[in-house]
């Protein structure tokens, strides 16, 4: 291999920020839609389709699928920057399946260890998820703190490697492979306010499979 093979593993994988991605109107309706909703947010978990169970040492937080009227309103958000982050993050075309999504909140002491998005659907057609797309929108002034986005390289920290953190910043929306390493680093929220959560919403673009 190449001096430039070895680099890129070390190096953070592609990603993409795209700041007031969805614009302040639409983050002013989901954070609304959140706190109409707060019963509604379970335990997440880990595992795939067939598998699923809660770890609160991996993955501390509470998600719902459940957009109400706003689903088809997000989804078009998502599927419109799909072309120009192909292009961006090098990714090979892919046929998309469709769209996976999650409304996630992180409150105090929450957190998601480092893991890999890829590999969750557990029989055949087996529809991947190729790339991860999050969309982060909070209260003002917002109300936690920590919680940054870590991407990882490959190759780990005491080999070499190396890792950028993005924060997850209102209306901001974070593209990237959905087989880069990553981690959601813990969220600190002291009136532990629902309100007040690190909220995203994941988006994962699936691909047809060959
Ligand atoms: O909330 C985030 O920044 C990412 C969450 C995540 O990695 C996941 O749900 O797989
Ligand atoms: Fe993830």
């Known amino acids: 291999m190449n ?9 953070p994988p592609p990603h993409w920020v ?16 959140v706190l109409e909703r707060e019963p509604v947010f379970a335990d997440t978990t880990i595992g795939n389709t067939a598998n699923k169970f809660v770890r609160k040492s991996v993955r501390s937080s509470r998600a719902t699928q459940d957009f109400g009227d706003l689903r088809a309103e997000v989804e078009a958000r998502f599927r419109a920057r799909l072309p120009a982050a192909i292009s961006r993050l090098g990714l090979a075309p892919f046929a998309l399946k469709g769209l996976s999504m999650e409304l996630a909140a992180h409150g105090d002491g929450d957190f998601y260890h480092r893991h ?6 557990s029989g055949p057609p087996r529809p ?9 929108f909070h209260a003002t002034p917002c109300g936690f703190t920590g919680g940054d986005l870590r991407l990882h390289s490959l190759r780990s920290a ?23 390493p990553h981690e959601v680093r813990p969220v600190s929220c002291p009136d532990r306010d629902f309100g007040q959560s690190r909220f995203a919403i994941n988006c994962w673009y699936l691909g047809k499979s060959v």
């Open 3 to 11: 001096a430039k093979t070895f680099s890129a593993f070390s190096a």
């Open 128 to 136: 991947d998820r190729i790339l991860t797309g999050v969309y982060y």
């Open 158 to 180: 005491d080999d070499g490697g190396s890792h950028v953190d993005i924060a997850p910043k209102n209306d901001r929306l974070l593209l990237f492979p959905a087989w880069a």
């Open 116 to 121: 890999i998005d890829t590999f969750v659907a």
């Open 18 to 33: 795209v700041d007031a991605a969805f614009g302040a109107e639409l983050a002013a309706r989901l954070l609304k839609f």
